[in-house]
């Protein structure tokens, strides 16, 4: 395959230089277009034995001391073998961008090849505990897609999130989400009663507790279990960031009990504090944000809560700018588009 893409891409490319310099077509809106193009399709090519060979050319493109129209020519004959990439594939070699790619298929919707990917994962490392909890997100996303619990109009109103119908959990994918869960769990521990220390180990166990208290309180409906599983998660975050505070994808954790609780009325946030939960407004948008900028893989998740809070605030211009930016980045996803619809001027 890598054999013939190349070979396909040296006779496009042979034909396309002839033509670019000849005529001196190249100009610099075009460059500057094959250039974002290229550059959107950057996180697949890393992933992909076909295309990562042409990116490592495309970047030494870059830096030779090639004329104009050389250059433009080698762009545009990569971006003619590039854009025929389709981004919704399952990962087929197992390096260390495929945690990623797996996580960019969920936010997709594309959970089947997530699954995929993330299995790929798990028999590449076997003693890693991120390929199972990985797995169970995109168990976990699932159900939300399927139950619609992400439309933000059960979030932004209190009374209809309180009312909100109790759903019934699809078994089967219960019992995997869990088989997940306690995999990961299970390497994790192993790891941590030799290093106690180890980061990635504790991280697996601050996502274990956030997916499984979303679990129970957004598919289960079972809230007030689902409190003491997210501040046992916040607690094992901040002691992780206490240790390494550029574990971004962490703050996740801290800023998720903190916004969610500091919607409830005051009397209710004084009781929760009583029992140690935090629930400070500002202090959970600003971990959200931290995710959002910084994080590895749950920033499109960080960006989609930050879009709630901002509807919630009536501020309708940030909800749109985030709404908008995962529309464009996950277009295979119709809960962006959906959402950005509602709140159209």
Sequence with gaps: MLRTRLSQACSIGHNACKSFISLQLATSAFESQLKYLLLW????????????????????FQFASLNHCLKLA?????????????????????????????????????????????????????????????????????????????????????????KREKLDPDPKVQMAFE??????????????????????????????????????????????????TIKSSRALAEKLLAQDPSYYDAYLAVGVENYLLSVNPAPIRWLLRLGGAQTDKEEGIAKLRLTAAKGHYLAPYARLLLAVAALRDHDRL??????????????????????LARIQP
Excluded at 41 to 55: G, I, N, Y
Excluded at 106 to 118: G, I, K
């Design 41 to 60: 399709q950057d996180c697949f090519m890393l992933s992909r034995p076909e295309t990562k060979v042409a990116h490592i050319l495309l970047r030494r």
């Design 74 to 162: 080698a762009w545009g004959w990569l971006a003619l073998v590039l854009l025929q990439a389709e981004p919704t594939w399952a990962a087929t070699t197992v390096d260390a961008s495929t945690l990623e790619v797996g996580y960019r298929q969920m936010y997709n919707l594309d959970f089947d090849s997530a699954h995929q990917t993330f299995a790929a994962w798990e028999r590449a490392h076997p003693e890693d505990p991120m390929g199972p909890v990985s797995n169970a997100a995109a168990y976990l996303f699932a159900e939300f897609d399927r139950m619609h619990i992400l439309e933000s109009e059960l979030f932004v109103d209190n009374a209809k999130f309180q």
């Design 179 to 228: 088989d997940e869960l306690r995999h990961s769990q299970t390497i994790a521990e192993q790891i941590l009663a030799r290093s106690p220390g180890d980061h990635a180990a504790i991280f697996a166990k601050v996502m274990i507790g956030g997916l499984r208290g979303d679990y129970m309180a957004l598919v289960e409906k079972r809230n007030m279990a689902a409190l003491s």
């Design 318 to 339: 940030q909800a749109r700018a985030l709404l908008s930016s995962l529309a464009e980045e996950f277009p295979r996803n119709p809960l962006y588009r959906k959402e």
